[in-house]
């Protein structure tokens, strides 16, 4: 039941202290012509809604959430805390630079450790999230290649296996996107990358370990070959998880990259933000950075660099996001930023160990933080697709991975369990996919109706997309 629907006039929860100033009315053109309607609970019933909302949905809280490319780690409470400090979440971005030096120095102090983790010289925190770091990082590309008189260059060079943020970036930022096929290894062909190089390409955009979970072990070819006929080269940092204290970006021949801190950073994601998509680059990129970077030392305050592409986003980005990664990185220091990262390859590598004798593996080589299995011979022998498996999965606790992504593997369910999880937890995942297999074999009919302990079963996914409700009609 909607919260509209449980309201009774008249009921309330809240009371007002008495009015102390003069009452005013507003002017007739700025009153309300209709009447405002919101939902009258009384606290007891408040909460009661909440609470059985928060009972319906699932998140790392609950259990495994092994969503790939979403690198749902467990976020660490502490980090909550510190961004609830009042010097933290109580300032307001317009007082004067004096009275918020601490939290300039988070902004300054994650700029420092982010560049020392990915090899860049520079980063602005200012995008709200992975696809708008993206759009940024282009726009820096752009700039460069304009500030030489290079107008030529209109081509961005992205691989088939690339998450739709891609291209979808690149065409924002006024580029034609040539896609280039994966090889039969899911990676770069390299072929198939020389033949488009040219003096009209502007970058590649390259995500390593791409989206199969495979680090490309041509990389310093691959980001030589761009350099040389004149392009820079991008790098999808959403998750860092694979390499981060390990491999920089910097050092594979990156020249800008976005992380999403909203997944390797452990701070809360899904349901639609706040997310932060910092953006690092190498010095000669570091010019046209958007509008607010932090200087000094002792008396720290913001500066625009000289080129600057202006604001990416109003005043210094998601700060709190910020916050909670500093704390976690902090946190984990210098020791335990790369030991997450290789427990990370590590539970991937053993749960597709564990499953490859059952499940077809799209490609059965050693992975790094995320795996894909095809679920295409499954379907075929027993008509259990990926998204019966899926379903299946929530009536044993868990949450599906990734369904149908990337889009060159047939019924593929990409796994990424990060390293936050124990091994009782691996195990148990891993005999629910080896008993929904079998139980595919023998029973297929039970998966098709799966889910069926969940609030609702299978929903119309295409009908909620085109055709959203997202206003309580009053009646
Ligand atoms: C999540 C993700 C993105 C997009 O990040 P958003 O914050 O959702 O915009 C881009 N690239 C890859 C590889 C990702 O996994």
Same mark, same amino acid.
């Given at each position: ?18 009015c102390d100033v003069e009452l005013k009315t507003l002017p007739e053109?700025?009153r309300r012509k209709t009447e405002l309607h919101l939902p009258e ?9 909440? +609470? ?22 467990? !976020? ?53 999230? $992975? ?17 030489? !008189? ?60 791409? +989206? ?5 072990? !041509? ?44 997944? +390797? ?7 639609? $933000? ?24 002792? @008396? ?10 202006? @604001? ?141 302990? +969940? ?21």
């Amino acid at each position: 039941m909607l919260i509209f629907e449980k309201s009774r006039a008249g009921r309330q929860c809240s009371l007002f202290p008495p009015c102390d100033v003069e009452l005013k009315t507003l002017p007739e053109g700025d009153r309300r012509k209709t009447e405002l309607h919101l939902p009258e609970l009384s606290e007891t019933e408040l909460s009661r809604h909440y +609470t059985e909302l928060s009972k319906k949905s699932r998140g790392v809280n609950d259990g495994f959430y092994p969503l790939g490319s979403c690198t749902m780690k467990y !976020n660490p409470k502490v980090n909550d805390d510190m961004a609830g400090l009042e010097g933290f979440a109580d300032i307001h971005p317009l007082q004067p630079e004096s009275t918020v030096q601490g939290a300039m120095e988070v902004i300054q102090t994650i700029e420092k450790l982010l560049c020392e983790i990915t090899g860049m010289d520079r980063l602005t925190v200012q995008p709200a999230a $992975g696809a708008h770091g993206e759009f940024t990082g282009l726009m820096l590309i752009k700039a460069y290649h304009e500030s030489r !008189n290079d107008f030529k260059r209109d081509k961005i060079i992205i691989p088939d296996a690339a998450h739709g943020t891609n291209p979808a970036s690149a065409t924002m930022a006024g580029y034609k996107v040539v896609t280039i096929p994966s090889n039969e290894r899911g990676l770069v062909d390299m072929e198939k990358l020389k033949a488009v190089l040219g003096d009209d390409v502007a970058g590649l955009m390259l995500t390593n370990p791409n +989206t199969v979970g495979l680090f490309d072990d !041509n990389i310093l070819e691959i980001t030589k070959l761009i350099h040389d006929c004149g392009g820079l080269n991008y790098y999808d940092g959403a998750n860092l998880n694979a390499v981060m204290g390990v491999v920089r970006p910097g050092d594979m021949g990156f020249d800008v990259i976005h992380l999403n801190l909203h997944k +390797t950073f452990s701070t809360p994601h899904g349901g639609g $933000g706040p997310g932060s998509g910092v953006v690092g680059c190498k010095k000669l990129l570091a010019d046209f950075l958007p509008s607010v970077l932090v200087e000094g030392e002792q @008396d720290k305050h913001f500066v625009k660099p000289v080129k600057s592409i202006g @604001d990416m986003k109003a005043f210094y980005g998601n700060f709190l996001v910020v916050v909670r990664a500093l704390t976690y990185i902090l946190t984990l220091g210098k020791e335990g930023i790369p030991e997450a990262c290789k427990n990370a390859v590590l539970n991937a590598n053993y749960m597709r160990y564990k499953l490859k004798d059952l499940y077809t593996m799209a490609y059965d080589e050693v992975c790094m933080h995320e795996f894909v299995m095809s679920l295409q011979d499954l379907k075929d022998k027993t008509g259990v697709s990926a998204m019966d498996i899926a379903k299946s999965l929530l009536d044993n606790g868990m949450h599906p991975p990734t369904m149908y992504f990337p889009l060159i593997v047939h019924e593929a369910l990409m796994i990424e369990p990060t390293e936050t999880e124990s091994k009782e937890t691996l195990d148990q995942a891993i005999e629910v996919f080896r008993k929904l297999y079998k139980e595919a074999e023998k029973n297929p009919e039970a998966l098709h109706n799966a889910p069926v302990t +969940t609030p609702v079963g299978r929903l119309d996914e295409v009908k909620a997309a085109r055709e959203p409700v997202l206003r309580y009609q009053w009646t």
